[in-house]
């Protein structure tokens, strides 16, 4: 079934509804959360997005990102995020940044992907217990040793997973 999005105007505005697949088709601002997951020792939580997903199946993501459902907050939707892919709940979210414009686009897929994003950060040390329909695997990972893969390896991350990290300051320069 093809979830409803709450279309907004490029400055956040509501301005209607729209099932996912017109909203990504036709390029329809939309609101998401990305959210960065520590363990206690600073290694970051990273999960590796199903094959069945329709924009970057396979490629290493950050913890969690997830579009809102109508009426949510920004910090509702990262709570139920961190509930429905990585099984965990009561984790104490801070906002890390403002909310901020990315656009990724796939013509060759068809896919226009505009979100409102906003971030999140949060720290965790307890079982992870991944939804195994949304989540391939899940890895604990040194930033030092994100920051390296991602220079070596770009394509095996999705680029808002790489451009977000870089931009909030956990990759690439020093927090």
Not at 22 to 51: C, E, M, T, Y
């Amino acid at each position: 079934m093809d979830e409803l999005f709450e279309t907004l105007d490029e400055s956040g505005k509501p301005i209607g509804m729209a099932p996912r697949s017109r909203v990504h088709q036709k390029g329809l601002w939309h609101r998401a959360v990305n959210i960065f997951l520590f363990r206690s020792d600073g290694r970051l939580i990273v999960q590796q997005r199903h094959p069945h997903k329709d924009v970057y199946p396979d490629a290493w993501d950050l913890s969690v990102a997830e579009h809102l459902r109508p009426g949510e907050t920004y910090e509702q939707a990262a709570l139920r995020g961190l509930r429905e892919e990585l099984g965990i709940e009561n984790v104490a979210l801070e906002h890390v940044g403002g909310v901020v414009q990315a656009r990724l686009e796939m013509p060759e897929r068809g896919i226009k992907d505009y979100e409102l994003q906003q971030s999140f950060r949060g720290r965790f040390d307890g079982e992870l217990r991944p939804d195994v329909r949304e989540v391939s695997a899940v890895e604990v990972v040194a930033l030092s040793d994100l920051a390296v893969a991602f220079a070596t390896r770009p394509s095996e991350f999705t680029p808002w997973f790489r451009e977000t990290a870089v931009r909030l300051g956990f990759v690439g320069r020093e927090r």
